[in-house]
């Protein structure tokens, strides 16, 4: 049977336009109090009429831009020497030189993820409100998450919601909480083992807050008559890594979905937030919550964590714990399978592996569920997103690598009851660059991370050669009918 794939007319490029104002450090301590050194002894009156002329030509371009210079300024308060005689608007002016225009999406905005938007209120019968997630890629190759809100109409049309002019970061909430035994067990994985670990963590409570552990370590640290070892520095350093690479962020009311940018905070996301994969997770209790399985990556090691929501306002961010928490492509089931929480995962560069695990934190054991075997596959398999729940089974979309480093994406069918067992597979592929869709940043390139189902049918939103981002539709029973046996 043949599949009759639809190429809609709706195309997401990257616009260098959308800019977010980003701390600027142009050089160290030494160069940085230099430069505030010459901005003190500009005289009051051209200060003002500096002020005047930033504020007019920025103002438009950012929300509440005045706010963000204070607070900067506020960021490098030990460079102000005469911190009394200052004006407010010489402060105005000093956050402004430590800022820059970042250009979020000026390389590219591409590998979308879709998921329902938990609004579904004030549509007409038959259509869907969704989400779309987007790795944007600017200035340095650095990737970010960015977000769209659009809606799948009942005619099957995509309609994707234009963007306002404002980005803003979130902020992170200042003393997230942690609960002791996740937290010592985390610990325990990383191999932080030793009595030192052994006593800041028993000085703390079930739950305990940031401060108390900066406390504690800072507790231990001190009472050692001979000073730490390096042992003891080393668990320490890897303890209070720990704890600030699972955070906590918060938006405001009022910014709009496509304005929130989760923007790469910490050392192992220094150079990018990449290829976030969104899922609509049901809880035990049949309450949702939102995951997203995405790479981190410091510019050498990539390293694959979670990102936790409800309502896309506050995001958790969380590090993935394991031996089989490694590499790329993982990508959460929809709900537990057996009680457990299921995965979908690439160790190895080349196959599909399953993993389970009792706990969303940990994941230990894996086990190989598909290998390539078409010539467009030959170079590498993995998942393109979470696994879609259908009557018939798990129908997971898949990407191959074949000739000419070209990526096509492909579809196979697991049991419902037991994903382990392949059902089906498509021999051939199911969407493959075309001619207009080969040129790019990376040329010869169609990638997914994450379809929808909707009134029987797929929606594939899908990047174009690492640049631009395009959707797709096509009939489920047409998908399924053309699986062979595994």
Request: charged fraction near 25%.
């Amino acid at each position: 049977m043949s599949i009759h794939l639809k190429r809609t007319p709706t195309i997401l490029k990257p616009d260098q336009s959308r800019v977010l104002l980003r701390p600027f450090t142009p050089g160290d301590s030494q160069r940085v109090g230099g430069i505030v050194d010459r901005i003190m002894l500009l005289p009051e009156d051209q200060v003002g009429a500096l002020m005047d002329g930033i504020s007019a030509e920025f103002s438009q371009r950012h929300h509440k831009i005045r706010k963000v210079f204070r607070e900067r300024c506020q960021q490098i308060h030990e460079w102000l020497s005469a911190d009394g005689d200052i004006s407010e608007q010489r402060r105005l002016l000093i956050g402004s030189y430590f800022l820059a225009e970042y250009s979020l999406e000026s390389a590219a905005l591409f590998n979308p993820s879709i998921v329902p938007h938990p609004d579904q209120t004030g549509l007409p019968t038959g259509a869907l409100r969704f989400i779309l997630s987007l790795r944007a890629t600017g200035e340095g190759h650095v990737s970010s998450i960015t977000f769209r809100t659009g809606i799948i109409h009942p005619d099957q049309r995509i309609e994707v919601l234009s963007t306002t002019g404002f980005l803003t970061e979130p902020r992170q909430i200042p003393n997230p909480r942690y609960e002791k035994a996740l937290f010592a067990r985390k610990l325990s994985e990383l191999g932080l083992i030793g009595e030192f670990t052994r006593r800041v963590i028993n000085k703390l409570g079930e739950s305990f807050a940031l401060e108390e552990l900066r406390a504690s370590l800072q507790t231990q640290q001190f009472r050692l008559p001979d000073g730490m070892t390096q042992e003891d520095q080393e668990e320490a350093q890897g303890i209070w890594m720990l704890a600030r690479s699972n955070y906590e962020v918060q938006f405001q009311p009022e910014q709009q979905l496509c304005e929130r940018i989760l923007f790469p905070a910490t050392p192992s996301q220094r150079n990018g937030i990449e290829d976030a994969r969104f899922v609509c997770f049901r809880n035990d209790d049949g309450t949702h919550v939102y995951y997203a399985t995405f790479t981190a990556y410091d510019g050498r090691v990539v390293v694959p964590e979670l990102v936790e929501t409800s309502d896309f306002f506050h995001f958790r961010f969380i590090t993935l714990n394991g031996p089989a928490a490694e590499n790329k492509g993982m990508a959460l089931f929809p709900r537990k399978i057996g009680g457990l929480y299921a995965m979908l995962s690439r160790q190895d560069n080349e196959n599909i592996y399953l993993m389970f695990s009792d706990n969303v934190h940990f994941w230990n054991e894996r086990s190989v569920l598909l290998k390539p075997a078409f010539p467009w596959e030959l170079v590498q398999l993995g998942n393109c997103g979470s696994p879609i729940e259908t009557n018939a089974g798990w129908l997971v979309l898949s990407h191959g690598v074949g000739p000419m480093r070209k990526y096509c994406i492909g579809a196979f069918l697991l049991d419902r009851d037991d994903p382990a067992k392949v059902i089906g597979r498509l021999r051939e592929p199911l969407l493959q660059p075309n001619r207009d869709e080969r040129k790019g940043y990376v040329p010869n390139v169609v990638y997914t991370c994450g379809a929808l189902l909707h009134n029987s049918e797929l929606i594939i939103p899908y990047g174009l050669a690492d640049h631009a981002t395009g959707f797709s539709t096509v009939p489920l029973a047409e998908v399924l009918a053309a699986m062979e046996p595994e």
